[in-house]
């Protein structure tokens, strides 16, 4: 089963800009757009789109720091 993260776009937001932020990869946008099957593909995103952002393999997503009590 496959996780996700929830993302709300903002202003100017892009694929590959949203990829780039969660995954440090850009060109992995396409993975977020599978994941968002509703969503129209537009150059540039309209600013409060609930997006669903596919956790990848560990190595390419980025990880979260938890703070020291919820570890």
Excluded: C, H
Excluded at 2 to 14: A, F, L, P, Q, V
Excluded at 34 to 63: F, R, W
Aim: glycine share 2%; net charge negative; proline share 8%.
């Amino acid at each position: 089963m496959t996780e996700y993260y929830t993302y709300i776009t903002k202003d100017n937001d892009r694929w590959d800009s949203i990829a780039y932020k969660f995954y440090k990869n850009p060109t992995y946008y396409e993975e977020i757009i599978k994941a968002n099957p509703d969503v129209e593909i537009e150059p540039v995103l309209d600013a409060g789109i609930k997006l669903k952002i596919p956790v990848l393999e560990e190595s390419e997503t980025i990880q979260f720091e938890l703070p020291p009590w919820k570890k």
